[in-house]
């Protein structure tokens, strides 16, 4: 005969679900054990929390096979340091430093006294710090060049008494300096002088000396220990902030999560308590709400215990984990409890659950199995804090699938044997089961239980069950509230659509660390005070190039040109060698187009300007590679950030006279701009695929299969517009919660889409009633949950977490429109009846009403 439908696959898994479930309703205690001792001795796996956590910024966050990282190789290979003449613009990294941003309290102008004095008192104290007993002090650590230490030049000019500082070059002796990274907020005149400056920015450079590491760390510590005592400054208000301070920040916040995760676990309970709550003293399922949140708790202290266990980095992103498997666990336990209640009050136990099991955990298995199949594609990504985050998640997933059908179950068995005795769900008495007219009302009220609807011999439906059964499920299939329906439908997609064109993408690195903390406070001032000049950039030519070669050297400095053409580039202010040597040759009357005079000249420049002997790569007579420095404006935010990388980086493409490439030690970060959409859009295409497939196998109706999953890119569209409209950017850290999330929000969609098909009634309409008679109450039930227990996040002063709230929040409240009000309605609207099946089904009605 062929298969029905596509049941070929599901039937038979359906029918290995059904003599599960007959085992565990047999042999229950053999099944809630094991998963606790399992739990157990994998939960000693958190012994090792400590030393599996890494939240290194650049190896987490930053994608592993980022261009800039090559880019860096190259220029840590070809320019290396000159320990005796250091350079801020030169460095490849970030460097060891630390630096604080001086804002006056009480004036516009803090170049004026009181407010300068201040500043330089708390510069004479920060210069005066020793470490070692006293051994060592600034002088003995800091970075140099030409034996003194790189200093603040803004405070030298100011000591110097120079009336007039010109904005943004101010010449200082026979040297051009460059204060645009010095002075912020300024307001000069006609002449380019400063005649106020809002806030002063200073920086101390210390020595990279592997020997004085230990020192440099010390000598940090101690910087940032007078910052933060430093409570009597009067006259301005001071952030400070460190080489170490981000990573410092975001390793001491790493386990901030877990109480959090307590406080969510209590509000599921309470939660699932309640809704679980039930008038009879023996139907109750009180205790199967509770056990079903302890379900999502082991399965959490399970994986992570085994991932520990084995070595596997926890990085802070792996905190949100086990607020996704609560989520995933209550649906799990609404839905089984739901599929219980259907069942024969009066059949024993092994068989209720057999029933429970076919089709409950069918639906669950749907989910689980595209989720775990899901994550663990993830671990191929391009950013190592999203391996870890979807190795973490999968294995919970799978455990919490497990643990939901051995350890859950196991225990709803034995619930189920305590109402089979008709006895107490608190005290596990035996208690009547009809009320008297000799019993008082609180005996009633607390003492009697175990009815159940006579004429189906399932529980008495609870009354939400019967709302969406008599009212909302009827009136939701009416013809005009479907078109309605579709008319909101289409409506949220062009909104959503809308926001999709208008989503920022950007991530400001203080969003991993503290609202509070002294980095927030500090990249925050550096916004909004240092934004007018930005990164000074390499431009890098990474190829032997022939500068004596007149044609193609103007070629190349055509190709310079274009660099000062963007409007987030100041053309005035251009470091370049070769313009310099060519002002020597002129100067000296020296044929620099001929190559010999041009390699032989070299040395004198480099004399004159130490500098640019950092600048050439030069091996005999081949000039390997050579870099220049061209200075951004205006990079404000994330965004201009995004442009400015895109920007350069197409002038680098267009130059077909050398190999160009552009580096600041920032762009390994802004790497992730160029990887987090396609990435996005591939992660959202695999969870396609996947769900597609396992729809197909295990949905014995392709036409709800398709439906369920064009849900996910509807979802996905959805909460992206939305994203963009609650003012959430696409970086690293959304696009990992915004993965997880709308995994998860197919889950609505799935169970509705199975229930549907695996209804017995003949009619679209009537099996939409029925779906949502089963599944509407639970669904709504797992969504309330979740969104209770992960609002504890909206009040988290890190900025990972609220987002998590936020993306969370939207994935589930907009999956659980689609999975009771769009997918019952386009299933209603896309299905036909039926004949045969019609036929079948009053057969069996007209058999079941002469019985």
């Not at 002796?173 to 307001?187: I, T």
């Amino acid at each position: 005969m062929g298969c029905r439908r596509t049941d070929c696959f599901s039937r038979p898994l359906s029918n290995l679900f059904e003599k599960l479930g007959s085992t565990v309703g047999s042999c229950p205690l053999f099944f809630f054990v094991i998963p606790i001792v399992v739990s157990a001795v994998l939960g000693g796996g958190f012994f090792f929390l400590k030393d599996r956590e890494d939240n290194d910024l650049e190896m987490q966050f930053t994608p592993k096979k980022g261009p800039s990282k090559a880019t860096r190789a190259f220029v840590r290979e070809n320019f290396p340091y000159n320990k005796s003449m250091f350079s801020e613009d030169r460095l490849y990294e970030k460097g060891n430093f630390a630096s604080l941003i001086a804002v006056s309290k009480n004036s516009d102008n803090v170049l004026e006294s009181p407010a300068l004095d201040e500043i330089l008192r708390l510069n004479e104290k920060i210069i005066n710090i020793t470490v070692e007993n006293g051994r060592l002090g600034f002088n003995d650590l800091c970075a140099k060049a030409n034996g003194r230490c790189v200093s603040n030049v803004i405070l030298e000019i100011l000591l110097d008494d120079e009336t007039s500082i010109t904005y943004p070059e101010h010449q200082h002796g026979s040297s051009l300096v460059f204060l645009g990274s010095a002075l912020g907020g300024v307001v000069t005149d006609a002449n380019s002088t400063v005649t106020s400056s809002q806030a002063v920015k200073l920086l101390y450079y210390l020595d990279n000396d592997e020997d004085l590491e230990e020192a440099s760390k010390l000598w940090l510590r101690g910087f940032k220990a007078l910052l933060s005592d430093e409570m009597d400054r009067k006259q301005i208000d001071v952030s400070y902030y460190t080489s170490k301070s981000k990573q410092e920040e975001i390793d001491s916040h790493t386990t901030d999560g877990f109480p959090l995760f307590i406080i969510t676990y209590a509000c599921a309970i309470t939660f699932s308590v309640i809704s679980c709550l039930r008038s009879d003293n023996v139907r109750n399922k009180m205790c199967v709400a509770v056990f079903g949140v302890v379900t999502s708790g082991l399965a959490v202290v399970s994986s992570f215990g085994l991932l520990l266990y084995i070595g596997v980095p926890f990085v802070i992103t792996v905190a949100n984990s086990p607020f996704l498997i609560l989520g995933i666990g209550l649906n799990n336990m609404f839905i089984l409890v739901s599929d219980f209640q259907h069942t024969h009050v009066n059949d024993p136990v092994p068989k209720r659950m057999a029933h429970t099991y076919k089709e409950a955990v069918m639906s669950i298995t749907i989910t689980a199995l595209t989720d775990v199949l899901k994550f663990f594609i993830g671990v191929m990504s391009d950013f190592p804090s999203v391996q870890s985050f979807c190795l973490y998640t999968a294995t919970s997933i799978a455990f919490c699938y497990v643990y939901t059908i051995t350890f859950l179950g196991a225990f709803m068995a034995l619930n189920g044997r305590r109402e089979e005795g008709n006895r107490h769900w608190l005290t596990c008495m035996k208690v009547p089961s009809v009320k008297t007219s000799t019993q008082t009302v609180m005996y009633k009220l607390c003492c009697v239980g175990g009815q159940y609807d006579q004429s189906t011999g399932a529980e008495k439906k609870q009354r939400a069950s019967n709302f969406f059964m008599e009212y909302y499920g009827p009136f939701l299939t009416k013809p005009w509230v479907k078109v309605m329906v579709m008319f909101i439908y289409f409506l949220y997609l062009a909104s959503s659509i809308f926001g999709c064109f208008h989503i920022q993408q950007g991530i400001e690195l203080y969003d991993l660390a503290a609202d509070n903390s002294h980095v927030t406070k500090f990249i925050r001032k550096d916004r909004q005070h240092f934004s007018d000049y930005g990164l000074s950039v390499m431009v890098i030519v990474k190829n032997e190039f022939p500068y004596w070669d007149e044609t193609k050297r103007c070629q190349l400095q055509a190709c310079l040109e274009d660099f000062k053409e963007p409007q987030f580039v100041d053309r005035d202010i251009f470091t370049s060698w070769l313009d310099s040597y060519l002002s020597y040759g002129k100067d000296k009357h020296l044929n620099l187009n001929d190559k010999e005079v041009f390699l032989s000249n070299l040395p004198q420049l480099f004399d004159l300007s130490p500098f640019f002997m950092q600048d050439v790569t030069l091996t005999g007579d081949v000039i390997h590679a050579s870099r220049f420095f061209i200075q951004t404006i205006g990079i404000a935010n994330a965004s201009k950030e995004i442009e400015m990388l895109k920007g350069l980086n197409a002038i680098a493409g267009k130059c077909s006279v050398a190999s160009l490439s552009v580096y600041n030690h920032e762009f390994i970060y802004f790497d992730q701009y160029n990887v987090v959409v396609s990435s996005t859009i591939k992660n959202v295409s695999v969870i396609t695929a996947v769900m597609l497939v396992v729809s197909l196998l295990l949905i014995p109706n392709p036409i709800c299969s398709l439906w369920v999953t064009c849900s996910i890119g509807s979802v996905t569209i959805g909460v992206t517009g939305f994203m963009a409209l609650w003012d959430i950017s696409l970086d690293s850290i959304s696009m990992i919660i915004f993965t997880v999330c709308i995994g998860f929000t197919v889950d609505f969609s799935a169970h509705m889409a199975y229930a549907f098909v695996s209804s017995k009634k003949p009619r679209p309409d009537d099996k939409a009633v029925d779906a949502l008679s089963s599944l509407g109450y639970p669904i709504l039930q797992g969504t309330l949950s979740t969104i209770l227990g992960v609002s504890v996040l909206a009040s988290s002063e890190f900025n990972t977490f609220r987002t998590f709230f936020q993306i969370f929040f939207l994935v589930v409240f907009i999956g659980m429109v689609h999975g009771l009000v769009f997918i019952p309605v386009v299933l209603t609207t896309c299905t036909c009846s039926s004949e045969e099946e019609e036929e079948e089904y009053n057969e069996k009605e007209i058999k079941s009403s002469k019985l």
